[in-house]
């Protein structure tokens, strides 16, 4: 390791935020090393904060990389039943100088942990509350008795400052502030084992967090659950950005369908019936209210409030990133037959009017990354959400479109499949605008978009090279050439099934138009796509993973580090034992494994940031843990007790973030 000569380096050496303070050469600690990133960069949007970069004439940091964390094996069952890595960061420096630290994961909390309140009481983490704000309370089990609903599905987190922070803890002033937006996308099961996912409101909470700074510790000091009443409630809030503007975007994903309501399907009007009778103690919970963008504003006091946008599409949100103009918003689509959606704000800081797009591919994908599909897009109308949010309070599926189960043998009708349903569809006279933003998958449909990807999960984009990337969780079903819900007229014609899926790179470019040759009012428009990387499916090896292991599998999760040059990658795999996070760097395409979540748990809650107060972070939360499947015969019965100990049974899931460990005080 070379040495660093120059102390006043310090200030540069920060990334991560770290805890505690480790020596290393020239009196530099681990926790400031892990924090190189910090200062300014004119290429990429700050998070917050304002680090110091230090003169021309003292080197600077050039690069960080990552060692490998291995796979766990059952030779050491306890690593795979915990959140684990062995990884290190080396950063290197102009003068060629290097340092490295060890990376330990450092959780806030466990979910039904009891947390402050700020004002002397305690709350249930990720405890669930009704459309009242009052707590929702499971009383199945007869065993354990009458206890808050708590979330094991911890999701999408966002890492913040704001200005004029002014939070009080039990009636003392907080010194740094800073903080964190959680949310909780289900509860898995009952007390009493009864499954009751998507069947409770989705909470989120503000998480006022004391930031040590001389070593960047974050520490939990209130939590304060955002009441939903205006938002009609949340429904199986996924994966979440940071918009530019320093506000949560949240997501609703898996809309409940109005069509597949209206005939009756057993399951999904169980589920709804559920969701509505815990939300408001009745059945009037509205479908149309929910497939939404939420946005979750946090105050200089700790508190948060929430608006939700009607007018980005009604469709399977996963995690949306809005670009640098402050303005484009590029959407996943977590379904199967989803699309690529973009969504054009009127104004800039401000998601509540605008135009929403569905992409039309070209041919050209193919499944290697090297081939691309040119992209043209089609606008599918403009709304405000207070325009949209009236329609939806009146709106029936009957009102906006017919939609039948069996063919109606009726040439007014388009064959179409949602989310691997086949159907037959026809609008209503004047109902384009409730179509397009309130039946946006159908519409699509009708309107020639490419409804052929599935689920298109998380979003993200590099800014320097104008580059978004979406992950897709699998490739298959409707992508796949001569599947029964493939349409060729989509030209997402891939010759086999990835079932371990893979990332797309999408090129930005401005001076677009649309189909009907409007001028597309971004720099941002998404122009082609071709896969950045690609998982392999395998035979079953030895421990039971159906995907290679040294590869990604079903990747989520995506968020981008302009600072790193580097893309994360968090899975939700059913081919990978124990799912990953991974570090691919963008220049030398070096693909590390960083961390694995315990078995069976999906890795989520991913926030890459670049900077707050000089420090960088990296969040990562998991779910489900222990959440057995097929691939997991070989080390249920070793691991199953390794998982109640740590995580309550399976009840429970972390919400955390990487950091420096003190390896001085093993």
Known sequence: MSEIAKPSRRNLLKLLGGAPMLPLAGGVSAATLLAACGGDDDDSPSDGGGGNNPPPSQAEFQSATFTAT?????????????????????????????????????????????????????????????????????????????????????????????????????????????FAVVQFEYNTKNAAGTSTYGQLPSPIAVLTLDQNQETGELKLVKYHNVNMKTAHSLWITCGASLSPWGTHLSSEEYEPDAALLKAGNASVTAQFSAFSQYTFGNDSANPYHYGHLPEITVNPDGTGTVKKHYCLGRISHELIQVMPDNRTALMGDDYTNGGLFMFVADKEKDLSAGTL???????????????????????????????????ANAATIDAIMDVVFS???????????????????????????????????????LKGGSMAFTKMEGTTVNVKDKVAYSALANIQASMVKN??????????????????????????????????????????????????????????????????????????????????????IGEDSGNHVNNFLWAYNIDTKTLTRILSA?????????????????????????????????????????????????????????????TAVDTTKA
């Open 70 to 178: 291995p796979a766990p094996s059952l030779s050491k069952p306890a690593d795979m039943a915990t959140t684990y890595t062995t990884s290190s960061m080396e950063v290197t420096f102009t003068d060629g100088s290097k340092q490295t630290v060890q990376l330990a994961y450092h959780p806030f909390f466990k979910t039904g942990d009891l947390v402050p309140d700020g004002n002397g009481n305690m709350l249930v983490a990720g405890g669930y509350f009704d459309n009242n704000n009052e707590p929702i309370y499971d009383t199945s089990s007869s065993v354990s008795g009458s206890r808050q609903f708590f979330s094991d599905a911890p999701d999408g987190t966002s890492l913040l400052t704001v200005p004029d922070a002014n939070v009080t803890v039990d009636g003392k002033k907080v010194a740094n502030p800073v």
């Open 598 to 658: 315990p078995a069976a748990a999906e890795s989520t809650g991913l926030h890459a940031v670049d900077e707050i107060n000089g420090w960088t972070y990296i969040m990562s939360n998991f779910q489900h843990a222990g959440d057995w499947g097929g691939i997991h015969a070989n080390v249920r019965a070793t691991l199953d007790p390794y998982i109640n100990a740590n995580y309550n049974n399976k009840f429970s899931a972390n919400v955390g973030y990487l």
């Open 483 to 568: 599947d029964p819900a493939w349409n060729a007229a989509h030209n997402i014609s891939l010759d086999k099934k990835l079932v371990a899926g893979g990332v797309l790179a999408h090129k930005l470019q401005g001076g677009q138009k649309d189909d009907t040759g409007a001028a597309i009012d971004s720099e941002w428009v998404p122009v082609s796509s071709q896969f950045l990387l690609l998982g392999e499916d395998i035979p079953a090896d030895t421990l039971g993973n159906t995907a290679n292991p040294n590869k990604i599998a079903s990747p989520d999760n995506l968020k981008f580090s302009e600072k790193l040059r580097t893309l994360f």
């Open 407 to 445: 063919d109606p043998d009726d040439d007014s009708y388009t064959h179409m499949f949602c989310d691997g349903r086949e159907q037959w569809v026809k609008l209503k006279a004047g109902q384009d605008k409730a179509g397009a933003f309130l039946e946006t998958h159908r519409y699509a449909n």
């Open 357 to 391: 797009y569905v992409a039309k591919y070209g041919p050209g994908l193919k499944l290697d990354t090297t081939s691309s599909a040119p992209i043209g897009w089609i606008k599918l109308g403009h709304a405000t959400s207070a325009e949209i949010e009236a329609l």
